[in-house]
């Protein structure tokens, strides 16, 4: 059976935040690694000055895990019902919306990716444009930095 484009971006988005959560672990290994040499090394300030960036990437490293966490978190709760009538469908979390500008897809901020051919902006329901998105229609419009936005499809 042929996968739908919306089926084919969920995956995508899946795969990138995992490739994203392996990048974050890798790095912080590698920090973890480089403080307990570091240790292990010269003493004095040059000693202290090392330390203390490690601790600083370290920090950066442990903000962004739980970044990635909290998105795949985010992520794997969104129903993307496929059930409901497509007539009076509205737009909510998990709605791939192509309108006359672009497609949105309405979960996690992933910026732009490519679908069969297509591309796709991956943004969350916080982002300026999912909230004017949210809750409408088919043949809506909405206003977005003076360019008028018309809903075409909702899936």
């Known amino acids: 059976m042929m996968k739908t484009?919306?089926?084919l971006l969920i995956s995508k988005c899946q795969e990138l935040l995992n490739q994203r959560l392996y990048q974050v672990q890798k790095a912080i290994?590698?920090?973890e690694e480089s403080f307990a040499?570091?240790?292990k090394s010269s003493a004095g300030d040059k000693?202290?000055?090392g330390r203390a960036m490690l601790q600083?990437?370290?920090?950066k490293a442990g903000n962004r895990l739980r970044e990635?966490?909290?998105?795949?978190?985010?992520?794997?709760r969104i129903n993307y019902d496929k059930s409901s009538e497509e007539k009076n469908q509205k737009v909510k979390v998990g709605s791939l919306i192509k309108t006359n500008l672009a497609s949105y897809f309405i979960a996690v901020s992933l910026g732009q990716l490519t679908v069969q051919n297509e591309d796709i902006y991956c943004i969350s329901a916080q982002s300026p444009i999912g909230q004017l998105l949210l809750?409408?229609?088919?043949?809506d419009d909405v206003s977005f930095q003076s360019s008028k936005?018309?809903?075409?499809e909702i899936h």
């Open 68 to 76: 990635i966490e909290n998105m795949l978190h985010a992520f794997s």
């Open 149 to 152: 936005i018309k809903i075409l």
């Open 56 to 59: 600083l990437e370290r920090e």
């Open 29 to 31: 290994a590698t920090i």
């Open 5 to 7: 484009t919306k089926e």
């Open 47 to 49: 000693h202290e000055t």
């Open 37 to 39: 040499s570091e240790t």
């Open 135 to 139: 809750g409408k229609t088919i043949n």
